[in-house]
T-cell receptor, first 112, second 112 residues
């Protein structure tokens, strides 16, 4: 029972263009969503979050959009840079102190 | 400040043996969560400890157990190891209400 789904295992984007990573969730009790980035041989690092009272949160080149009615969120990276090549995990929680459930990840390749 | 420290980094064990993994959280963090990462499965939640008490538990068999000490350090134990337990085990610590977790670099367990 995958409560957080990332249906694209991988994505390739040209350097300088926009990268869009998508995520769907099934549990309507989730109200706090996060994105993590992971390089090989390192633990995931927190990127950006959004609570259900918002539909957009922006931090520099990273923007997360939340569509609660569709149970869908997306991460936009613009412009994409070579250092953005990594695995991106979408995650969700019932609250800021609840356990965090992760998706299976999307591997992003930024092409030169 | 020091990050989340996991020891050992690498471990090779034989089927049927048991193993103990250690996690030292960031100073002041009282919540410690454990995740298992395998190829194709993403990060699967094992359990979370807060103030020496298990607060949340994932869907893993009883062979997987954990504990937390008064200094917030946590250990995870896996008994009667199976080949399928080969994975990267990640520990994360957090403050209440703080954005997400801070992960350690993980312990790579190989069961042969």
């Amino acid at each position: 029972d995958q409560q957080v789904k990332q249906n694209s295992p991988s994505l390739s984007v040209q350097e300088g263009r926009i990268s869009i990573l998508n995520c769907d969730y099934t549990n309507s009790m989730f109200d706090y969503f996060l994105w993590y980035k992971k390089y090989p041989a390192e633990g995931p690092t927190f990127l950006i979050s959004i609570s259900s009272i918002k539909d957009k949160n922006e931090d520099g080149r990273f923007t997360v959009f939340l569509n609660k009615s569709a149970k869908h969120l997306s991460l936009h990276i613009v412009p994409s840079q070579p250092g953005d090549s990594a695995v991106y995990f979408c995650a969700a929680s019932g609250s800021r102190d609840d356990k965090i459930i992760f998706g299976k990840g999307t591997r992003l390749h930024i092409l030169p | 400040k020091a990050g989340v420290t996991q020891t050992p980094r690498y471990l090779i064990k034989t089927r049927g043996q048991q193993v103990t993994l250690s996690c030292s959280p960031i100073s002041g963090h009282r919540s410690v969560s454990w995740y298992q990462q395998t190829p194709g499965q993403g990060l699967q939640f094992l359990f979370e400890y807060f103030s020496e008490t298990q607060r949340n538990k994932g869907n893993f068999p009883g062979r997987f157990s954990g504990r937390q000490f008064s200094n917030s350090r946590s250990e995870m134990n896996v008994s009667t190891l199976e080949l399928g337990d080969s994975a990267l085990y990640l520990c994360a610590s957090s403050l209440p209400g703080k954005d997400g977790y801070t992960f350690g670099s993980g312990t790579r367990l190989t069961v042969v």
